[in-house]
């Protein structure tokens, strides 16, 4: 932990700003570079930036959760995304697609697409951000 006014200062706004852009890369990474794998880099860095600023323990009780707790979520939910499809009769891992919002009496109206693949996205994301702040928390508390 740091005494430092303005680290502590400016590490409550860039946390929040590396969080965002962490979640904007998630969601550009379906059709441009970035995806699940970046974004939880990013967004760990920003709790990264929080620990060095604030300490161990204040990171943890920002989280809410424990960092280990929300890699195995992200597993579970990179896994339900892979065996979705198994329930369409496809291959373990194909992409499925729903279109929220479509209207079924204009066949132009295709609303909002939502695939699989974003949700394995999300679980990729959940996994390397809790992966990497369980090993910088570790060797932040070992300090």
């Known amino acids: 932990m740091m005494n430092s006014i303005i680290l502590n200062a400016a590490t409550r706004l860039l946390t929040a700003l590396l969080l965002l852009f962490s979640i904007f890369m998630l969601f550009r ?3 441009q570079p ?8 990013i967004g760990s860095t920003g709790f990264i930036l929080y620990a060095i600023a604030q300490g161990s323990r204040a ?3 920002a989280l809410k959760f424990e960092p280990q707790n929300i890699a195995m979520i992200g597993l579970g939910v990179a896994l339900a995304a892979g065996v979705f499809s198994v329930f369409f009769n496809d291959a373990f891992f194909t992409g499925q697609w729903w ?4 209207d079924p009496a204009d066949p132009t109206d295709k609303g909002l697409p939502i ?4 949700v394995f996205d999300i679980g990729v994301y959940l996994v390397v951000f809790g992966a990497i702040l369980t090993l910088v928390l570790a060797l ?3 300090v």
Not at 99 to 102: P, W
């Open 29 to 31: 990474g379906h059709n």
């Open 34 to 41: 970035g995806g699940g794998f970046i974004g939880g880099l």
């Open 59 to 61: 990171t943890r009780e």
């Open 99 to 102: 279109f929220a919002g479509a």
């Open 115 to 118: 695939s699989s693949v974003l």
């Open 140 to 142: 932040e508390d070992e």
